[in-house]
DNA sequence: CTACTTGCAAAAAATTTGCTGCTAT
DNA sequence: ATAGCAGCAAATTTTTTGCAAGTAG
């Protein structure tokens, strides 16, 4: 459960501010990489806390996509990911989410449907083109 | 790369068969658990690397879905998942997958691509009643 | 035969956690 | 003030790997 007041911390604040403004759907390590020129200090502890924490308040998205590590989004709107088999190189694709779907899921299953997450498997342009 | 003469070992048997069996949808480990007592000497690293290479010939399916550890899936028919956000158990949800959706798809991308994967995220009918 | 695979053990990678002191509210 | 958080370091969990011996084709 989340704390009811939920303390923007300068570290909260700053994790939330650089993932914004990737656009490469970070690990973990990743973000505490960018992070540690600005503010040294910060543990890649209080990192893994807030990774876990943020997405829980929706200002941050976790994905569940393919490999080993965690990924996140600064992007919350609704969207979808292409991910490249070889390079694991992971691309927004906005699409409308299909109505049907979410229908069909509903009808097929027990469960109360809160999100779904798409994630389609592909090959990049510039694996395509390393490939020839 | 996959080797040519990819040898059917006791061991891979034993992996897929029992993965097969399994409706659970399990990581790793669990698939570790399931195998010792059929086959006590068997190691953990030779399930990792089988883990690893069983879905590369298509006899095994590998999902990506929320969670820490990856997760194997012993039905390699097409099909999407659902998974609890309270529990993780992951069920099956067999419906068809939407063409338009694939097509949008690749109309966005310059990604060539080759698969997708849905997952549903929601509460199971045991987690909801629980909540009450 | 012989390349591929295994078991074992050790190492690496990824994540979580206990604790003490700092800080946003 | 005071519950929540951060920093630090140690522990845990998950996955990978080197190597010598075994085995499928």
């Known amino acids: 459960m989340l ?3 939920f303390r923007m911390t300068k570290q909260r604040q700053l994790i939330l501010d650089e993932i914004k403004k990737m656009k490469t759907h970070p690990t973990a390590d990743e973000v505490y990489e960018v992070l540690r020129p600005k503010m040294p200090r910060i543990s890649l502890g209080t990192v893994y806390r ?3 924490t943020l997405p829980k308040t929706g200002l941050l998205r976790k994905i569940d996509v393919g490999g080993t590590q965690k990924r996140f989004d600064g992007d919350i709107s609704d969207h979808y990911h292409v991910r490249c088999t070889q390079c694991s190189r992971i691309d ?3 699409i ?3 109505k049907k779907l979410l229908k069909k899921a509903e009808n097929a299953t027990d469960f109360d449907i809160l999100r779904h ?3 389609f ?3 990049c342009p510039k694996c395509k083109k ?3």
Chains 1, 2 share one sequence.
């Open 92 to 94: 927004d694709l906005f």
């Open 130 to 132: 390393e490939e020839e």
């Open 3 to 5: 704390p009811s007041p």
């Open 96 to 98: 409308d989410a299909d």
């Open 50 to 52: 807030n990774l876990e």
């Open 117 to 119: 997450n798409v994630e």
């Open 121 to 123: 498997v592909g090959i």
